[in-house]
């Protein structure tokens, strides 16, 4: 701030206290920028405490504090912003974001709504109203909206690559795999560059085709399932990469002639194609899944010797959370103790497999006297499965761990948000790729009590077999 008269920078102090929470806001700004969202919060509080007539000031705190998970804050700063300012579009928009965050989804779609009503060619206010329709399920209506965005700017990518997931949650495998790779168009995704050329589904006779490894272990293992049918219709010579966790495990998988952990040199190749694009080259729908199951196995070296358990109990296998970095992590884990209650049966016996952040819930729950804590056992995948190969049944939130124990063929129930990933599809128990699986769902959004009661139901009825 400079005087006007003299030209001279002005002391803070002698600041008027808009000029002073303008100041502030201007360096809040900054830090939000550079990601430091805590800092931002700072000079945001302090810019609103001398200039509380800014209406951006609060918008923009709502937006750190969504960054880091702080929904309720996020949600008041949105209401003080449209306080200052009620007619703006992008406040609304935003809160509708929040409000999907918390569950609240038809409070969501109204907020969109607005956001619309107020600038109805926005078509960022459209996409995000598309994506709330979405994860209420109501596939359709999303579809319509994305439709109607990408006739008007065909070069939406995340509008194209969210059309994708929704075609494949809604069952629609033929269009949602034709647009997988709109992934490689977003700024998180790039993609992966070969001067070869990219297998599009043609014979391979003697050539090698290298298919690289992207996302996660579970992709990893859901997608592997289809690489005897390559093998088998199409020849040549198969290089598959997969994360060093999934070596051993890959190692007996049918069709594979040579198997490279991620980050190795690469081998001669001449043709290749990212894992996750096989289901759209091999046509995969609900109905045409190729590989049968089981098609991963134990090693045949398994050094885990479980005791059976007596004939009215189980030996039970099970995880409760995710890593929390999956964009879904908010709804996909849980508390351990939502399944502790499986224990009252006295013939159950929890088997933990929980790696990662949550690993230490067991001790800080009061769980490690009850529960069996095999996670310090586990190095790999192949121990998982070698472990796995030992329980009656397995009971995960969505986790590698439900891809593993249905490539497996075990019995395996998993335990779903309201709002799920693509490859669980909607309003169905089953899975068409696990053939093994049940799927407990929550019946609206947030309901974990409802879904766990038809879990512990479901586990009183086969105890009473």
């Not at 800092?39 to 918008?59: H, I, R, S, T």
């Not at 069996?372 to 049944?393: N, P, R, T, Y």
Request: aromatic share 10%.
């Amino acid at each position: 701030m400079t005087d006007t008269n003299t030209g001279a920078p002005k002391n803070f102090n002698d600041l008027s206290p808009q000029e002073k929470g303008e100041l502030l806001f201007l360096k809040a700004t900054q830090l939000h920028k550079e990601n430091k969202f805590e800092d931002a919060l700072k000079f945001y509080g302090n810019a609103v405490a001398y200039w509380p007539e800014q209406p951006d000031a609060y918008n923009n705190m709502a937006v750190a504090l969504r960054k880091l998970g702080k929904f309720e804050a996020a949600l008041v700063c949105y209401n003080r912003s449209l306080g200052f300012r009620p007619d703006h579009g992008g406040t609304y928009s935003n809160m509708g974001n929040v409000l999907n965050d918390l569950d609240r989804i038809q409070d969501a779609i109204k907020a969109h709504d607005k956001a619309i009503e107020l600038e109805p060619d926005n078509l960022l206010y459209l996409y995000n109203k598309a994506l709330v329709l979405r994860d209420a399920g109501k596939c359709k209506q999303a579809l319509t909206l994305f439709d109607k965005i990408l006739k008007i700017d065909p070069n939406y990518k995340d509008c194209r690559w969210d059309r994708a997931l929704t075609y494949l949650v809604n069952g629609d495998f033929k269009n949602g795999f034709a647009e997988y790779d709109a992934r490689w168009s977003l700024a998180k995704s790039p993609p992966r560059t070969f001067k070869q050329p990219r297998w599009e589904g043609d014979a391979l006779s003697q050539r090698r085709l290298f298919i690289h490894r992207e996302q996660g272990f579970g992709d990893a293992i859901q997608f592997v399932r289809l690489i005897p049918s390559i093998k088998k219709r199409y020849g040549g010579h198969i290089i598959l990469e997969c994360q060093p966790e999934l070596m051993r495990l890959f190692s007996n998988v049918d069709g594979i002639d040579q198997l490279i952990p991620f980050g190795s040199s690469l081998p001669e190749f001449d043709t290749w194609i990212p894992m996750m694009s096989l289901g759209h080259v091999l046509k995969v729908d609900e109905n045409n899944i190729p590989g049968e199951v089981p098609y991963l196995a134990p090693p045949p070296n398994n050094r885990f010797h479980v005791r059976p358990a007596p004939e009215d109990g189980l030996n039970i296998a099970f995880a409760w959370a995710g890593s929390k970095t999956h964009q879904n992590d908010r709804r996909r884990s849980v508390e351990i103790e939502r399944f502790l209650p499986l224990l009252n049966h006295k013939n159950v016996t929890l088997f933990s497999l929980q790696k990662g952040d949550r690993q230490n819930d067991i001790l800080t729950s009061g769980a490690k006297s009850i529960v069996v804590d095999a996670s310090a056992d586990i190095k790999d995948f192949a121990d998982s499965a070698g472990l796995l190969s030992q329980m009656d049944l397995v009971i995960t939130i969505d986790t590698s761990l439900a891809h593993l124990a249905g490539a497996l063929g075990k019995p395996v129930w998993l335990m779903l948000p309201y709002t799920p990933d693509w490859r669980w599809m909607l309003k169905r128990d089953d899975s068409p790729w696990y053939p093994s699986m049940h799927i407990f769902r929550q019946s609206k959004p947030g309901d974990w009590d409802g879904a766990f009661k038809k879990l512990y139901d479901a586990l009183d009825a086969q105890l009473a077999l």
